[in-house]
């Protein structure tokens, strides 16, 4: 929810600028994936990153076709929508690398504490 309030003052620029509050957003997305991996393991990190970046992207691009269904129009509001929903996979990848880096963080902090 928080970045669909960052992303609504930029409501009347043009379209990459959702993915710009998506990408502010990494280091969210890489704690999720981080304190995920510290108590269930690497895997259960990636698919935390991968899922708060989905979520997050999806919810950003929702409010943004509900803004512009209401405010501009119906048309306008399903073209944000399909954009989205286009740029899922997209998210998807970049949330797994981002999961990838929590988990590795969580795995280095491991090792380091275990080798003292």
Not at 4 to 24: E, F, G, K, Q, T
Not at 74 to 103: D, H, T
Request: aromatic content about 10%; glycine content about 12%.
């Amino acid at each position: 929810m928080l970045m669909s309030v960052c992303a609504y003052p930029l409501r009347h620029w043009d379209a990459p600028v959702p993915l710009l509050v998506v990408i502010c957003f990494v280091p969210a997305f890489v704690v999720s994936g981080f304190l995920v991996a510290r108590r269930h393991g690497g895997e259960q990190g990636v698919a935390a990153g991968a899922a708060s970046m989905v979520t997050g992207h999806l919810v950003v691009f929702l409010t943004a076709a509900g803004y512009a269904a209401v405010n501009e129009s119906e048309l306008a509001g399903l073209g944000w929508a399909l954009f989205g929903v286009a740029f899922v996979p997209v998210a998807l990848m970049f949330g797994v690398l981002c999961g990838c880096v929590g988990a590795g963080l969580a795995r280095g902090l491991r090792f380091l504490s275990d080798h003292r």
